[in-house]
T-cell receptor
Framework: DGGITQSPKYLFRKEGQNVTLSCEQN?????MYWYRQDPGQGLRLIYY???????QKGDIAEGYSVSREKKESFPLTVTSAQKNPTAFYLC??????????????FGQGTRLTVV | GQQVMQIPQYQHVQEGEDFTTYCNSS?????IQWYKQRPGGHPVFLIQ?????EVKKQKRLTFQFGEAKKNSSLHITATQTTDVGTYFC?????????FGTGTRLTVIP
């Protein structure tokens, strides 16, 4: 089954702790993205990556970090520096070239709650 | 960063009524995509528009891309309860995919 998998589905974190959200895809996509969605809100871009070992900050990168050591994997770490981390996190991937992109496939999302 | 605004933010319609959501970008877009997110779910791709003035139809859904490639619309004819969800437009620019603010559609049976 080809697709994009996020884990875990639900995550609870104590204040002051770092936590890492997993995102894996077997679609052979070059581009991967992390978005944050707050209740009743749109999707805000945290980080994106177009190629292995390279990634760029999105609109709300502060308090987050990523890595792209493999084409298939794009984990997101929510650090203790993120002041309001409780949200729904969505990972996506797509084919990409410098002219345009194709449709993005999303994972099921991870709902992070700080307790 | 690049911004894509959508209006309205919320829309309640009686089943059978039509629905339209509008998307406006601050910059010219190379293409525009539309996604639907059901309550509790993740966004699912609906369609991509590339050409200036392009119009595409999917059954009761009609998508348009503006002549200047800075705006787009999604029109649903005779809504059904299965149309419930949030509709997002998304633009590709500066090598990333950025989403509009979304329109949440509620259909009253």
């Amino acid at each position: 089954d080809g697709g994009i998998t996020q884990s875990p589905k639900y995550l609870f974190r104590k204040e002051g702790q770092n936590v890492t959200l997993s995102c894996e895809q077997n679609l052979n996509h070059d581009a991967m993205y992390w978005y944050r969605q707050d209740p009743g809100q749109g999707l805000r871009l945290i980080y994106y990556s177009q190629i292995v070992n390279d990634f760029q900050k999105g609109d709300i990168a502060e308090g987050y970090s990523v890595s792209r050591e493999k084409k298939e994997s794009f984990p997101l770490t929510v650090t203790s520096a993120q002041k309001n981390p409780t949200a729904f996190y969505l990972c996506a991937s797509s084919m990409w070239n410098s002219f345009m992109n194709t449709e993005a496939f999303f994972g099921q999302g991870t709902r992070l709650t700080v307790v | 960063g690049q911004q894509v605004m959508q209006i309205p933010q919320y829309q309640h319609v009686q089943e059978g009524e039509d629905f339209t959501t509008y998307c406006n970008s601050s910059t010219t877009l190379s293409n525009i995509q539309w996604y639907k997110q059901r309550p509790g779910g993740h966004p699912v791709f609906l369609i991509q528009l590339v050409k200036s003035g392009e119009v595409k139809k999917q059954k009761r859904l009609t998508f348009q891309f503006g002549e200047a490639k800075k705006n787009s619309s999604l029109h649903i004819t005779a809504t059904q309860t299965t149309d419930v969800g949030t509709y997002f437009c998304a633009g590709f620019g500066a090598n990333n995919l950025f989403f509009g603010t979304g329109t949440r559609l509620t259909v009253i049976p």
